[in-house]
């Protein structure tokens, strides 16, 4: 037994011979603003843990109550990026995983999206105050959210889950893939990290706000100043604009609308909108007319090796297979969300660029064409935003103040009951779309 202890003496003089400490590869979060660097590592963070942890069968009562934190002090390796001192909190870690696979979102591609660069501050910041990012790839947003709309959420969460189940994916409904408390220096932080309507890489010419009302319903002169302004009911009215989409697609829209509209009515929720980007395709290939012309001015030719990494679309098996078209067009060109049964659509950021004007289906899940014989070519991106607002005290109060400035008959004040608001809002909705 003696040669027991000389063998391991033996071993840790030899561990000390030739052991050199290797210092680990640190992920580094640079952002801007720390609230930013403290969102990535918490993202990162909590993908990480959650990749060890085991998929249940079912989620249970417990699942929407559930939460992961996590506190750091004196984080020194990264002290340039990153704050000394910070807590994360993850809510209902196992709900929002089960929504990402649900709509065909890979946990490492979500990962990649919010960590690989900072996510970029987006102007278009709403009546709320709420301040919106946009993941460095332009696939998600990033919502700040207060402690009362947490609270929401988290009620929201377990009815919206079933339905999401129920409906196979297939809404127009704001996708929500992460919910998280952030604290720096003292102060409490709440994110939400939702996909994006718009596409990552075909321009937004235009957008709109819709609610089917017509009081106090036009774009300030201070927001048609932003580059990208959001303009509402009356400007679209005004305008004569309508969705040129034909009749097959619009009857699947109408049908998701309405399922997901009666779902809201019976939660009592109102106040949402339909967001609708229009993506003018002539205007599109004249301003990629204008580009090429001035790289070729630049004889910039750094372009010619990417061509032949292929878009990667072919190998992933038929697309009719994973996605449900709006429009009968030959294998589903446009898309909506991807059903669970089905293999995961992974999110292609690369071979964006290779689809200069065209619908990527896979990431492109809110886009539809417009119809063969339309005014103009445009696709358009729709969905419905902001369902958290519930019909209670503070509305009731906002309807009675219109009321009182308007008159008790203006059909148009925003702020009646959910199901007025409901039956209003699918009834312009069916108006404007042809």
Same mark, same amino acid.
């Given at each position: ?65 559930? @939460?992961? +934190? /996590?506190?750091?002090?004196?984080? #020194?390796?990264?002290? =340039?990026?990153?704050?000394? *001192?910070?807590?994360? %909190? ?45 993941? @460095?790839? +332009? /696939?998600?947003?990033?919502?700040? #959210?207060?402690?009362? =709309?947490?609270?929401?959420? *988290?009620?929201?969460? %377990? ?47 235009? +957008? ?9 319903? =036009? ?67 004249? =301003? ?147």
């Amino acid at each position: 037994m003696s040669s027991v202890p000389q063998m391991s003496s033996g071993l840790s003089k030899l561990k000390k011979k030739h052991f050199r400490v290797k210092h680990q590869k640190v992920k580094l979060f640079r952002a801007n603003e720390p609230l930013l660097s403290v969102f990535m590592w918490g993202v990162n963070h909590t993908i990480n843990e959650l990749s060890h942890v085991n998929i249940p069968v079912m989620l249970l009562p417990d699942d929407f109550r559930a @939460y992961s +934190k /996590l506190k750091v002090d004196n984080h #020194l390796f990264n002290k =340039e990026n990153m704050p000394s *001192h910070f807590k994360i %909190k993850e809510y209902c870690p196992l709900v929002f995983r089960n929504l990402r696979e649900r709509f065909g979102i890979d946990d490492l591609d979500y990962k990649e999206s919010m960590t690989r660069s900072q996510p970029i501050l987006d102007d278009s910041s709403g009546k709320s105050g709420a301040k919106f990012y946009q993941s @460095y790839d +332009k /696939l998600f947003i990033i919502k700040t #959210l207060t402690s009362e =709309e947490v609270e929401r959420m *988290h009620s929201f969460l %377990k009815h919206y889950h079933p339905y999401i189940v129920e409906r196979h994916g297939k809404t127009l409904l704001p996708q929500y893939l992460g919910m998280y408390r952030l604290t720096v220096d003292g102060v409490e932080h709440y994110v939400v990290a939702i996909r994006n309507v718009f596409s990552n890489h075909l321009m937004t010419h235009k +957008k709109f706000d819709l609610k089917g009302s017509t009081v106090d319903r =036009e774009a300030s002169d201070k927001e048609k100043e932003k580059d990208l302004p959001t303009y509402k009911d009356n400007d679209f009215v005004k305008e004569g604009m309508k969705i040129y989409i034909g009749e097959e697609a619009k009857a699947k829209l109408i049908e998701t609308l309405t399922a997901d509209v009666d779902f809201l009515t019976r939660l009592h929720l109102m106040d949402y909108s339909l967001l609708l980007g229009l993506h003018d395709c002539a205007r599109a290939e004249q =301003e990629s007319r204008e580009r090429a012309e001035r790289e070729d001015d630049e004889d910039n030719h750094e372009d010619e090796d990417d061509s032949e990494s292929g878009s990667g679309l072919e190998s992933r098996g038929p697309l009719v297979d994973r996605l449900w078209g709006w429009s009968g067009v030959g294998h589903a060109v446009t898309s909506m969300a991807t059903p669970p049964e089905s293999p995961h659509a992974a999110l292609m950021r690369d071979t964006s660029l290779q689809y200069e004007d065209a619908i990527i289906p896979e990431l492109d899940i809110y886009a539809i064409p417009s119809k063969e014989g339309a005014p103009m070519k445009e696709i358009y991106f729709l969905a419905i935003i902001d369902v958290l607002t519930h019909y209670g005290v503070r509305k009731q109060a906002a309807k009675a103040a219109k009321t009182v400035k308007y008159g008790a008959n203006v059909d148009g004040i925003s702020t009646c009951d959910p199901e007025q608001y409901g039956k209003r809002f699918i009834e312009f909705m069916s108006k404007v779309i042809e």
